[in-house]
């Protein structure tokens, strides 16, 4: 692994898992990432290989904190017990067990959404900022990621919350992917927006949102049009996120 790079990421997706060093100072890749096709039977044995092929192509020292982002909500030493994006037979298992023993060494495991936050609050978008952050990303679904003064609050899912009796949850009503399926126009979005986010500002009285996704790098079109209160700005890392926040999650947890 390169000399400028101290720790490494690994970003799980239903359809890629990318990986690549990280370093920490700067907040950015330190080599270009390696993205490998999520296996089609995306079994804990199947992905944990992938993982472990990653590491061996860059060459990790042991001593380099890995952190993988993962598509779930991770409590260390429990069993995993809801899969969306891979294969069910992850049901019953511990994650952190099964990437480390896969890959001979220990590794730290963090949902994916919480270290896209992360990577915002240390390197993009919310750096410095102080109080409660609430880091949301805009996709298939609704992300979301708590940090308070640094601190992240884990595994919360508040794409969730009732917005809507139609519609059920906030993910079936305002997420990007609902804005492309029913051709809503992108101030007609920001109406959806704007009650989404106007739900968690009462709840939460954050101090700043950070909307990311690839919708983000259009926020010009929506992001005015969202009227609350509270400060709301586009995530900067972008695709990034996930790698960098991991690799730093892991630098914190390394004895």
Known sequence: MIETAQA???????????AAPVDLVKG???EPRLKIL???VSTPQAVAAIVKQQLDHFEV?????????FPAPIKPGKKLDFMANLDQSWIGVDVTEVFSEACGRPVVVVNDADAAGLAEVQYGAAKGQEGLVIATTLGTGIGTALIYNGQLIPNTELGHIILSAKHLDAEKYASSAIR???????KKWAKRLTKYYGL??????????????????????FLPYVDIKTPIVPAKLCNQA???GAAYYASTKQA
């Open 61 to 69: 020292p042991a001593s380099a904190p890995v952190g993988i982002a």
């Open 200 to 221: 968690m500002e009462k709840y939460f009285n954050p101090d700043l949102f950070t909307v990311g996704g690839g919708v983000s790098r259009v926020s010009e079109k």
């Open 28 to 30: 950015d890749f330190a």
């Open 38 to 40: 999520t296996p089609e």
């Open 180 to 186: 492309e399926n029913e051709d809503l126009g992108y």
């Open 242 to 244: 996930g790698i960098v």
């Open 8 to 18: 490494f990421g690994v970003d799980i997706g239903g359809s890629g898992i990318k």
